[in-house]
């Protein structure tokens, strides 16, 4: 496979990525429930508390991905394509700064590493995902590649690059709090001692300059947002970056459910993150074991890219990347309250690592055909998801939008909706902030007395339901965990007549 080929493939996959963004609903918790937030953001024009619910401060993020998702609201209208677009933005702008790293191995190594990461599931659904990560990875990859370049990339912008540690640093302090700042400081820091460096690294870089710059661009809104909603500086600080973490099974979340999973269980999240590589890495190094290529040949002329200081060797570079990947991990090895995307700042590095390292392999058509390979996997996979979901009813489970859309197309004018016990955050996103919720059935009974409505209960809970709540309910359809009633009674027009239009 010619190198020009390959390239076709990274192009296809960041394609199809982008097709699927409108293509399925908003999965709940995490994606309606940002959308949600984002929604509300407009609604209010309020850019700088984010709201839970219309009475309810969201304390648990930054608000840097509410703004890019609230933006795409402005432009692009309340809908799928527009509350993930940004997310995939955010993903190629990770890629084009892992590009700019350039390096030792050249421009083929940083292909290479565009497709590794690319082509991994956790990077491949995040860029399209509405969620908190990607925005942080492109913060801890500015920062990595300023302090990096800052120290050892080409002369002639050595001097602007090492401004992006500091950009990136105020980013991920927008984008998901003091955990990028840790998780930018530890490599960092763990390299600045191995490498003996940390005179040159104190004189080379504008620490206090650059800090300040940091603090310029996130601390406005951190003093604002405590202002705005006191408590928040509390319980961000203290509860999601201290007892989320060291706590199992922490109940402070005021937000959603604390995880508690097996210290340690990071490690295989991270290995199921990066499939399909896992599988097709050693495979790959299997088939290319011992045969390595020659320098001149394997790898372009990286002269003007070459570390331009003593401490920038190969080993230091490779020793660089491996913290870079891995301290991630290592964070969050006796950590509980983990979920999937928390090793995904290390990724970049990760792929530059590997990268590098298929481009001293002998076989380079061989490399590239395996690369073109686990982004077809990926690709596949992706596709397969989205379009299957209509025939396994998966899409019903994962959001509500079957359910408002056939309630709309039923109900009277001004008719509410109301959820009996839980309102899925996608309930909320597709009704725009109309749906009602009642906690009780005592509370329903109640409402139902003065409001006539339709309403939405978890089909599993009918059982448990009153007798009398129940005779005065026709149920109507099912979608996912809930079936939609009608209040007995209530004259409503049938779905797809003139009058329910």
Known sequence: MTYRNFLWFIFAAAAVRLLLLGFSPLMDTTEARYGEISRIMVELNDWVTPWFTYDVPFWGKPPLAFWITAISFKIFGINEFAARFPHWLAGMVVLWILWGMRPRSGSTGATYAIALLLGSVMFFVASGMVMMDMALVIGTTLSMRGFWNGLHGDASRRGSERWLLFIGLGISLLAKGPVGVVLTGLPCGIWALLSGNLRVIWRDLPWIRGLLLTAAIALPWYVIAELRSPGFINYFIVGEHFNRFVTPGWKGDLYGTAHDYPYGTIWLFMMADVLPWTILFPILAWQTRGARAELATAQPNTSQNMPSTESATPAAWRNYLLLWAFIPAVFFTMAGNIIWPYVMPGLPALALLVGGWLTTRANQNLVRINLALGLTITMVLAVGFNVS????????????????????????????????????????????????????????????????????????????????????????????YFTLFRQKGVVGAAPGSPASK
């Not at 209509?390 to 509410?416: V, W």
């Not at 009704?431 to 978890?458: D, H, M, N, W, Y």
Request: charged residues 20%; glycine residues 8%.
């Open 389 to 480: 979901m209509p025939f396994t009813g998966r899409s019903n489970d994962l959001a509500a939008k079957t359910l408002i859309e056939d309630y709309r197309t039923r109900q009277p004018q001004g008719l509410p909706l109301i959820y009996l016990g839980h309102r899925p955050f996608s309930a909320s996103f597709y009704s725009q902030g109309k749906a009602l919720l009642e906690k009780t059935p005592e509370s329903l009974s109640k409402k139902l007395e003065t409001t006539p409505a339709f309403v939405a209960i978890r089909t599993s809970d009918l059982g448990y339901m009153p007798p009398s709540l129940l005779a005065g309910l026709e149920p109507l359809s099912k979608h996912g």
